[in-house]
Nanobody, 120 residues
Framework: QVQLVESGGGLVQAGGSLRLSCVAS????????MGWYRQTPGKQRELVAV???????NYADSVKGRFTISRDNAKNTVYLQMNSLKPEDTGVYYC??????????????WGQGTQVTVSS
């Protein structure tokens, strides 16, 4: 079985920083894409930042210049460094990845989510 486990959420004042981590574990053969999504109050879940299958990165316009996604392939881990946080960044942040587990096929996996709250 494959699991994604996020950590690093919390409460921070506007202008502050947080670093999220997500570790994929299990019988993983290959990870196609991996990144972060968020569910903010009153909105649908949206992409925040992701490593694509081509190893490039995509960011939501609202976080460009403030958030940075990075990864450690050896540890099947992806990070999200969030700087200059704003109250509108408040929400539940989910890690997601398209993973080929041993025995296949590729499937989309989601973590349980981690709460980020930015106070004004």
């Amino acid at each position: 079985q494959v699991q994604l486990v996020e950590s690093g959420g919390g409460l921070v004042q506007a202008g502050g920083s947080l670093r999220l981590s997500c570790v994929a574990s299990g019988r993983i053969f290959n990870i196609n894409d991996m990144g972060w999504y968020r569910q903010t109050p009153g909105k649908q879940r949206e992409l925040v930042a992701v490593f694509t299958s081509g190893a490039s990165t995509n960011y939501a316009d609202s976080v460009k210049g403030r958030f940075t996604i990075s990864r450690d392939n050896a540890k099947n881990t992806v990070y999200l460094q969030m700087n200059s946080l704003k109250p509108e960044d408040t929400g539940v942040y989910y890690c997601s990845a398209e993973i080929l587990a041993l025995g296949g096929p590729y499937a989309r996996y989601w973590g349980q989510g981690t709460q980020v709250t930015v106070s004004s």
